[in-house]
């Protein structure tokens, strides 16, 4: 039996992790009535408590009564009224898929496109994001990751304050709708990507420790007592964590999971949560023949969790590497406070184009310590880029995006120097277009304390910038329609200009054999004489690829070519039609702009099934 409600052959399973509980039973609610309910009896076996019923029909409320207080259930997969009623059964077996030809692309494949469902359309929910799904096929996108969907406080929130895991947010659409957008966009030929939170729950409306030890004292974390992996009854929170991730793969066909903050597993068991659930996603894979993949965040350069079982690594499938991210903001001319203090710029982007990991064992001055692990072996699908994500520009103050920092030239080289990495690459949704509307930090909780909390903690974040504008208020509704994608942006030449630009430079990475290989062995990245530009040299096989990254303020020349064999321009960011004014001359290349060159059939020792020999 399966945690929460499961139905099967008319029947309802019911299946309640509560060790500690006296008495427990189900409380059900007639569907047409709010008054009328009966209350049903659980048994105790060991830890848990099971009942199986015909009385309990998908679409009937109900709720717990745990030793005589009643609470919604911790494993539900709806709360239509939110997070303080009871909960509503539901048949994950009910929705008819249509993608049964689906397979999952390998993950050198994905070109992410990272979106909040609440903002990225007018709507505001699932059937807002499937109206838009044309328009990311249009700009070459083959995965979107939508931040996390688990039921928080309220309609509106980042996804990060969930306090069901199971069940999806009501005013997106609820389970039905989430999986009737998997099933469109894996018709359209769309891989799903789910953020999904194990490493804390948000402050309101948490209902886990009344049922169980889910926390743990043993550990701290910034947002309290540690989720409980590794203490006493430990298993049960395990089984909790691993059957929600699985219930994606298989009751909602979600391609990847996107795990937030994993340094923030306190772990000390012989086996870590994440291997194991390794081990148990790889066993759903053999059994259904699926691809499904974990994506993690983690920012401890340790190569242990993307580093095989087998060489006691945790054997994630790919990492976010914020610190290419950083490294590429101070190149382009970005602040270096905080954690971008640590960042040289140009160097440590050429390291991170090598190595993945800019910190890689060396010390790190913010961190008072060496850090990081080298990356020798691991692929280049194993690591995801970006120019911004919903964190990286949300938390700003006023939330600004590229658009609201960086002059337009430096947008388009800064995507290229995504692009034309050997990493999995990302966008943040309006990135293509140059979005002028922020992305900045809300809620819509109904704790008065808590959000006076929110407020109060928001502000002392950026006491330190001594600006004239006002932090955001979080719970204000304008600071989240503030928020929203602005669509009309599309109706202007300025912005159109950027969609064209990214829609050829996605085309360029999905059909050269060089940009769309994940290959790390043939990759140099060598800094110019003065230090503003990156020579980016990428080989396979007979095909040989050059990109010249020129963060300078103004134009510069360009070295002569090498070898019998001419290069190709395929893409200059400064061309006249990207907006730009590239020079006349072919040995220039324009300030804060990129050009990409190509040739094949160039000198090699080697076959082209073969990987390239490189001195790095």
């Not at 080289?413 to 692009?419: E, G, P």
Request: net charge negative; proline share 4%.
């Amino acid at each position: 039996m399966e945690l929460g409600i499961r139905f099967s052959e008319g029947k309802a399973s019911v299946k309640v992790w509560a060790p500690f509980a006296k008495t427990l039973q189900i409380k059900i609610w007639d569907k047409h009535s709010t008054t009328t309910a009966k209350a049903l009896n659980l048994i105790k076996q060991g830890e848990y408590w099971l009942l199986e019923t015909k009385d309990l029909k998908a679409g009937n409320r109900y709720a717990f009564l745990l030793d005589g207080e009643e609470l919604p259930d911790p494993a539900s997969l709806s709360q239509p009224d939110g997070i303080h009623k009871a909960s509503e059964a539901v048949d994950l077996n009910a929705y008819q898929w249509n993608d049964s030809d689906w397979k999952t692309p390998s993950l050198k494949d994905f070109i992410i496109y990272e979106l909040h469902a609440g903002t990225f359309s007018e709507k505001g929910d699932f059937n807002g994001v499937i109206e838009k799904l044309d328009h990311l096929l249009n700009l070459g996108i083959t995965a979107i990751e939508i931040m996390p969907i688990a039921q928080f406080p309220g309609d509106r929130n980042w996804g990060y304050d969930g306090v069901f895991p199971f069940a999806v947010q009501n005013s997106y659409g609820g389970p039905a709708e989430f999986q009737k957008l998997v099933d469109c966009c894996h018709q359209k030929g769309l891989a799903v990507i789910l953020d999904v939170v194990y490493n804390h729950v948000g402050p309101e409306g948490n209902v886990l420790p009344k049922f169980a030890p889910y926390f743990t004292e043993k550990h701290q974390t910034p947002w309290g007592p540690a989720v409980n992996f590794d203490d006493a009854y430990a298993d049960g929170v395990r089984e909790y964590v691993i059957t929600n991730a699985l219930m994606w793969f298989k009751d909602f066909h979600v391609d990847a999971l996107r795990m937030d903050a994993v340094h923030a597993f306190k772990d000390e068991s012989a086996k870590h949560i994440l291997a194991e659930l390794r081990e148990k996603v790889d066993e759903f894979n053999k059994e259904t023949l699926s691809n499904a993949i974990l994506i993690i965040e983690c920012d401890l350069n340790n190569r242990r969790y993307l580093d095989a079982l087998a060489n006691h690594g945790f054997q994630m499938d790919a990492q976010w590497i914020d610190e290419f991210h950083h490294a590429l903001r101070v190149s382009a001319g970005g602040e270096k406070n905080g954690y971008y203090e640590d960042f040289n710029g140009l160097a440590d982007l050429a390291q991170a184009y090598e190595n993945a990991y800019v910190y890689d064992g060396r010390y790190s001055a913010h961190r008072r310590r060496k850090f990081g692990s080298d990356t020798n072996g691991l692929e280049g699908q194993q690591f995801i880029v970006f120019a911004q994500n919903h964190d990286q520009i949300g938390n700003r103050m006023l939330g600004e995006r590229l658009s609201h920092l960086f002059s337009f030239e430096m947008q388009k080289l800064m995507a290229v120097a995504v692009m034309v990495s050997p990493f999995v690459p990302m966008l943040f949704m309006g990135e293509e277009w140059a979005e002028n509307q922020p992305f900045q930090y809300f809620v819509s909780h109904s704790d008065y304390e808590l959000i006076e909390a929110v407020r109060k903690g928001r502000k002392k974040e950026f006491e330190a910038f001594h600006t004239d504008n006002e932090v955001p208020d979080p719970q204000d509704e304008q600071t989240f329609l503030k928020s929203k994608l602005n669509w009309n942006c599309l109706n202007k030449e300025y912005h159109q200009t950027m969609f064209r630009f990214y829609q050829d430079l996605i085309n360029l990475r999905k059909t050269n054999p060089i940009m769309k290989n994940p290959d790390r062995t043939s990759i140099k990245a060598t800094l110019s004489e003065n230090d503003q530009m990156i020579v980016l040299h990428r080989k396979f096989g007979a095909h040989e690829l050059k990109c010249y990254l020129n963060f300078a303020e103004t134009s510069t020349g360009l070295p002569p070519e090498e070898g019998s064999e001419p290069w190709e321009l395929l893409l200059d960011s400064a061309a006249p039609i990207y907006g730009g004014d590239a020079s006349t001359s072919a040995k220039l290349i324009s300030a804060s702009s990129a050009q990409i060159y190509y040739r094949k059939n160039c000198p090699s020792t080697h076959h082209e099934h073969e990987k390239p020999i490189i001195d790095l």
